[in-house]
């Protein structure tokens, strides 16, 4: 049994697909499906139930999941603990996110401090986000909203709050401030289900006693900005900066209180270098200076 047999097991069993995880492992297919056939022949069981091109974990497979992430999650906490022992300067982060653009500016500062600290940065949904975090795949995960799964503990650290983006020459864009209730009929830019901001702003139309009339759907924070902007409809937008060039017309939000907190999470007893451990702090300092 190899380690790098466990590690294409672990991907297959969470993809549950062996192109898409191919793919995620950048190598060719038949190579991947050849290392899973030689690690169940070593172990004497089938590890998955093959119904044509459909593959799931069997019950064999979902004992052995547990093992093989016990001794991949060890062996890495022994590769950092040794890393730590060379000094912080040869560390690395790993992290998952549902949100790049909170993360960019605090990231390039703590760089400039530490240039020959590694990230690998994962963006990841909530669900695949308290996996990765619980399988020990990543040091961090940083959200806008509580990861509540045993185990995992998270610090706010970032309050933000929550403003109404409309087009230019819109009826509202003279105005300072609105009650949310005044845009229950017009169209709105969202997220695609399952977004995390996307439960938060339905949640605070729920608040104002309507439904969000959502033409568009995506997935992205920059085309929200954009789609706003060429007079698509309004959106929810946070406080961080956009295009200098061409700025959103925001409008605060006086009834109902529209704000979100952002976490940094991760797992209770897992190892943690000093690289991340630096980086966690670095983090609560850079967004405390900016509220």
């Not at 590890?47 to 890495?76: H, P």
């Not at 653009?101 to 400039?112: D, K």
Request: net charge neutral; glycine share 6%; charged share 25%.
């Amino acid at each position: 049994m190899e380690l790098l047999q466990l590690h294409y097991f672990r991907t297959v069993a969470r993809l549950e697909h062996m192109t898409r995880a191919a793919q995620e492992l950048h190598i060719a297919q038949p190579a991947l499906s050849k290392t899973i056939s030689r690690l169940e022949e070593d172990l004497g069981v089938p590890l998955f139930d093959r119904q044509g091109r459909q593959i799931r974990l069997n019950a064999y497979g979902k004992a052995f999941l547990k093992k093989a992430e016990a001794a991949l999650s060890l062996l890495e906490e022994g590769r950092r603990e040794v890393a730590d022992l060379a000094g912080m300067e040869h560390g690395s982060i790993y992290l998952a996110t549902s949100t790049l653009n909170r993360l960019s500016e605090p990231i390039g500062a703590f760089l400039a401090q530490y240039p020959k600290v590694n990230f690998r940065i994962t963006q990841a949904s909530m669900e695949d986000m308290g996996q990765l975090i619980e399988n020990g795949e990543v040091d961090f995960g940083f959200t806008a909203m509580p990861i509540e799964q045993p185990g995992i503990c998270a610090l706010p650290v970032l309050n933000e709050e929550v403003y109404l983006a409309v087009p230019s020459g819109h009826r509202l864009a003279e105005r300072d401030s609105i009650c949310l209730s005044e845009v229950a009929h017009e169209p709105f830019i969202g997220y695609k289900e399952g977004y995390p901001f996307r439960k938060m702003n339905d949640a605070f139309c729920r608040a104002a006693g309507f439904r969000p009339n959502v033409v568009c759907e995506v997935d992205e924070p920059t085309a929200i900005g954009n789609l706003v902007r060429a007079g698509l409809g309004v959106a929810f937008v946070g406080a961080c900066k956009g295009d200098a060039e061409t700025p959103l017309i925001k409008l605060r939000i006086d009834r109902p209180v529209c704000q979100r907190t952002f976490h940094i999470a991760w797992l209770e007893n897992r190892y943690l270098s000093r690289a991340a451990l630096q980086f966690r702090d670095f983090l609560v300092r850079h967004f405390a200076k900016l509220q």
